[in-house]
């Protein structure tokens, strides 16, 4: 099972490492990270592989918002079908 | 870099667009609950519901949080109690009512709908004693919604439900006048009832449909507008290309929530109902989408054509998404729920016989109008049987929520709170059906050919 961590806000250090270390730490595999400016925003999506996560769903996400929080940024975190499903016939 | 811009549309349509899915409804038969004693049957009432919708609410905020889209409400569609009731030997209704309110409590669903009468062709004693005792029903509950399909293009026009619904609708009003007659916000007249509607309040549970089913209703006014803002001065053709593409988006979510939600409860998939569904909040407005494609406000002339051109290409874009498109599927143009079309009723840019123009292409009918309290019983009557009319002639559903909001007339306001919004009082022509309204029988069904 996959899913899209998105991430948006005003570009600083330490991004990725916070990010990454709550992945880290529940056994989350990132398998790419791409990352841009879009009207301003600093904006990094990343593809996770959720097969061998320790812990729920629910959880990570609230640690991810957590340290998003931290950061001062907005994060999402979505199983990717919901874009497969939106955007490809 | 496809996926990057993908996830950031999607997140944008979540966040600024208000995309959402409006609802995950229920479906419950309750045929299997039937009992000449009353007391009995609504213990299997309340047990069904209860067991098959256990968990319905659960698994519906756990696909909230794994996909990120909001799924706002949860609610359970039954068969019209007429046909369940009307087997018992209790004649007072109340009590089934009452068994609804509290198992859909139990179950924590906001709405719950089926409190329904079908009676086109006439009335068993189930349907008179349902529709008898809808006033009392829905000021005594508090998540029972009310229907009852009075014609069909097939059967023709029950005037004497029509009639009668006349007086039931100023009934429920004067019994919940403490809260601006809100009771009539729960009760809907049909023509050409649809019986896999997962909306409310005219939703319930056909007799044709499965023991179980999980209907889905999609909604996202706001992203249309959005889609269309981006290329202002589009042809016509442009502008239906972009809705198709915009709806054809909405309800792939629709479709991955439903079959995801089916999946974990066990429960068959029915349909996908993609309408565009305002809400009273900014940025999610009907009115607003007819307003982007060139009016100035919701009602001016040209409202009409925009609207069927915006209700068809909404189909078009959902029937191509998913071949299980069901229920009503297009536009709805609630008053009092969309805060553009509380704007152009505020400022008189629309009336309600504009609003009943508009009904002839569009999904459903008079929704949620604010009329003058001291409206004639036959006077609602006669505004329903002109609805009911357009859908039995055109072939498609049609319904009538009004509100005659006891104490208040034009100029007023009338307050409903959350998805039920606000709406300001609309006149109403103030000449006579009386005579119209009082004759007795049915209006024929149409001739199906001779179509000139």
């Known amino acids: 099972m996959r899913a899209v961590v998105t991430v948006i806000g005003k570009d600083r250090t330490g991004i990725i490492y916070s990010i990454s270390k709550v992945l880290a730490e529940s056994n989350v595999n990132i398998e790419d990270i791409s990352q841009t400016i879009m009207q301003g925003f600093f904006t990094m999506i990343m593809l996770v592989d959720l097969t061998n996560m320790t812990g729920d769903f629910k959880q990570l996400k609230s640690d991810l918002e957590n340290a998003s929080a931290a950061l001062g940024m907005s994060i999402h975190l979505q199983h990717e079908e919901i874009f497969d499903a939106m955007h490809t016939i | ?452």
């Open chain 2, 1 to 452: 870099m496809a996926l990057f811009k993908n996830v950031i549309e999607t997140i944008q349509m979540i966040e600024k667009e208000k995309l959402d899915i409006r609802t995950i409804t229920m479906g419950i038969s309750l045929l299997d609950c039937v009992d000449s004693d009353g007391a009995k049957a609504r213990q299997k009432i309340y047990d069904k519901i209860t067991t098959c919708a256990q968990n319905l609410v659960k698994e519906g905020e756990r696909i909230d949080t794994e996909l990120g889209i909001p799924i706002v409400n949860k609610r359970i569609s039954v068969t019209p109690i007429s046909l369940i009731a009307g087997a018992s030997n209790d004649s007072d209704y109340i009590e089934f009512a009452k068994t609804l309110d509290k198992a859909a409590s139990q179950v924590g669903v906001n709405f719950i709908g089926g409190y329904s009468a079908l009676c086109p062709k006439g009335f068993t004693n189930g349907d008179l004693r349902t529709i008898q005792s809808i006033p009392e029903a829905l000021a005594t509950t508090e998540k029972v919604c009310a229907s009852v399909n009075l014609g069909s293009s097939q059967t023709g026009i029950n005037m004497d439900a029509v009639r009668l619904m006349g007086e039931i609708i100023k009934k429920t009003a004067y019994d919940t006048r403490q809260d601006d007659s809100i009771g009539c916000a729960k009760l809907v007249v049909f023509c050409n009832a649809v019986e896999d509607n997962p909306f409310m309040a005219g939703a319930f549970h056909g007799v044709g449909e499965p023991d179980k089913v999980i209907h889905v209703g999609v909604s996202g006014p706001g992203v249309v507008k959005t889609a269309l803002e981006k290329c202002h001065n589009a042809s016509f053709d442009e502008m239906a290309e972009i809705i198709k593409k915009t709806a054809f988006k909405i309800t792939r979510a629709g479709q991955l929530v439903g079959t995801t939600v089916s999946k974990r409860l066990g429960v068959p998939f029915g349909i996908l109902d993609l309408s565009l569904a305002p809400t009273p909040s900014v940025g999610d407005s009907v009115a607003r989408i007819l307003e982007e494609m060139g009016l100035e406000h919701a009602g001016a002339p040209g409202t009409t054509a925009a609207l069927a051109m915006l209700n068809d290409a909404v189909k078009k874009g959902g029937i191509m998404a998913s071949t299980s498109v069901g229920g009503l599927s297009g536009a709805f143009i609630p008053v009092s729920e969309d805060e553009g079309m509380i704007e152009s009723a505020e400022i008189g840019a629309i009336t309600l016989e504009k609003l009943e123009a508009m009904t002839c292409v569009c999904s459903v009918g008079l929704d949620m109008i604010a009329i003058p309290g001291d409206t004639p019983a036959t006077t609602i009557s006669g505004i329903i049987a002109d609805e009911a009319a357009i859908g039995m002639v055109n072939h498609k559903t049609t319904a009538v929520r009004l509100i005659p909001v006891y104490g208040k007339t034009v100029g007023d306001r009338a307050e409903f709170g959350g998805l039920l919004g606000y709406a300001p009082i609309m006149k109403v022509n103030p000449y006579s059906c009386d005579h119209f309204i009082n004759r007795s029988g049915k209006i024929p069904p149409p001739v199906h050919s001779f179509k000139n």
